[in-house]
């Protein structure tokens, strides 16, 4: 690829990754404050609350190599200019396409306009391929938590018929009054593992969100960069010269023409006759339904005058 003094660096996620570790920051500040009533509401349901922080985590760790594999395009991209430092790169992943293509010597003389946006298609495809993970993360958190609010719910049902099974023993009123209340705990713990998994779910998937809304706008300005500069290159390259071949002549102008003026009018009358050919069609539709019409009308009246019949017998 030619080196054009235009051609601007591509930019760093470095940004992006320091606004999703200072969001972390503050998430882990507020875990801090909240220490004791979070350790309460984790001991609830320590199993589901305990998947629902390593889904988290394990978003979170994806989210984080979403960004930093930006670090070897850009540094590829960045070494294929005249402005590049000279620092030995690796090759890249989601350019291999283009890096291949570039070895074999296919992009010496500039890259075409369709072969730009090829490329640039196919690294759309693969940035989208690589969020889908933690999309789906996202919505498994949100699934989780809804997960134990029924689970909760459903042991909140089935105690508090167990409550009212004890009350029909007709026991005396002081020992119902203490079943009573020996009964009422398990309910309240079903509730307990309803609202802290929900709790934990929902915060989870806010804070993914988050991590995951970074990863895609860093993406989103390396496509935007890569794509000016594919379109800088393209134009530069567009600007060499080309050679074109030229049409070559047939015979005499007015010979052409002569041609040309009979084959319009040849066309002109096939258009003619096939638009005679679609009209009559079109008349012999109108007469069947005609006739379709009347058949119809005709079965009506003998239907009719055999239900009459019928009817005075």
Not at 222 to 251: K, M, N, W
């Amino acid at each position: 690829m030619a080196n054009e003094p235009d051609i601007r660096l591509l930019t760093s996620p470095r940004i992006f990754l320091v606004g999703m570790a200072a969001f972390l920051a503050l998430v882990g500040f507020v875990v801090l404050i909240l220490l004791k009533q979070l350790q309460l509401a984790f001991s609830a349901n320590p199993g589901l609350n305990g998947l629902i922080l390593g889904v988290l985590a394990i978003g979170s760790l994806f989210t984080f190599r979403q960004v930093f594999r930006l670090f070897r395009e850009i540094h590829w991209v960045n070494s294929l200019t005249s402005a590049y430092d000279g620092r030995k790169v690796r090759q890249p992943l989601l350019l291999a396409p283009m890096a291949a293509m570039l070895n074999a010597g296919a992009g010496a003389s500039g890259l075409s306009t369709l072969t730009s946006r090829a490329i640039l298609d196919s690294i759309a495809t693969r940035l989208d391929e690589g969020r889908e993970l933690s999309r789906y993360l996202i919505g498994l958190l949100v699934f989780l938590g809804l997960l134990g609010t029924f689970w909760g719910l459903l042991e909140t049902v089935h105690s508090i018929s167990g409550v009212i099974d004890s009350m029909k023993t007709g026991a005396d009123t002081t020992s119902m009054f203490e079943d009573l209340k020996s009964g009422l705990s398990a309910p309240i713990a079903g509730m307990s593992v309803s609202f802290t998994s929900s709790l934990f779910g929902l915060a989870s998937s806010l804070i993914l969100g988050f991590l995951d809304l970074q990863a895609g706008q860093a993406q989103n300005r390396f496509y935007s960069e890569f794509e000016e500069f594919l379109a800088s290159h393209v134009r530069t390259s567009a600007a060499e010269p080309e050679t074109v071949p030229q049409p070559v002549a047939v015979g005499p102008p007015h010979v052409d023409s002569q041609k040309n003026a009979a084959a319009i009018a040849t066309l002109a009358e096939g258009i003619q006759a096939l638009v005679g050919h679609m009209r009559t069609e079109q008349q012999q539709i109108r007469n069947w339904v005609d006739v379709q019409a009347q058949q119809q009308e005709d079965i009506g009246k003998l239907l009719r005058r055999l239900l009459d019949e019928l009817s005075t017998r």
